[in-house]
């Protein structure tokens, strides 16, 4: 599953709009809206903000946390 599905997953597993969810995160409605969109990933703090949500709420991390590290991999080396 990609980055941004997973993010989406994790928002909608605790049934929020993106604007409630990037309130819980103390980042911008549209920081969350480009990460669920694909067109960036969030920079160290906020991923610790998240990983600190999803712990808080009881929900795994460690596939969102395998895609934030992968995120970009498939376009760096002209491959897929």
Same mark, same amino acid.
Request: proline letters at 1%.
């Given at each position: 599953?990609?980055?941004?599905? =997973?993010?989406?997953?994790?928002?909608?597993?605790?049934?929020?709009?993106?604007?409630a969810?990037?309130?819980?995160l /103390?980042?911008?409605?549209?920081?969350?809206?480009?990460?669920?969109?694909?067109?960036?990933?969030?920079?160290?703090?906020?991923? /610790?903000?998240?990983?600190?949500?999803?712990?808080?709420?009881?929900?795994?991390?460690?596939?969102? =946390?395998?895609?934030?590290?992968?995120?970009? /991999?498939?376009?760096?080396?002209?491959?897929?």
């Amino acid at each position: 599953m990609s980055f941004a599905q =997973e993010i989406k997953n994790i928002r909608q597993h605790c049934f929020l709009s993106q604007e409630a969810f990037a309130r819980e995160l /103390k980042v911008s409605f549209s920081s969350v809206n480009r990460w669920e969109s694909g067109r960036s990933k969030p920079n160290l703090v906020a991923i /610790k903000s998240i990983k600190d949500f999803c712990e808080a709420h009881n929900i795994d991390f460690t596939n969102l =946390e395998r895609e934030w590290f992968d995120y970009g /991999k498939e376009n760096s080396d002209g491959s897929k």
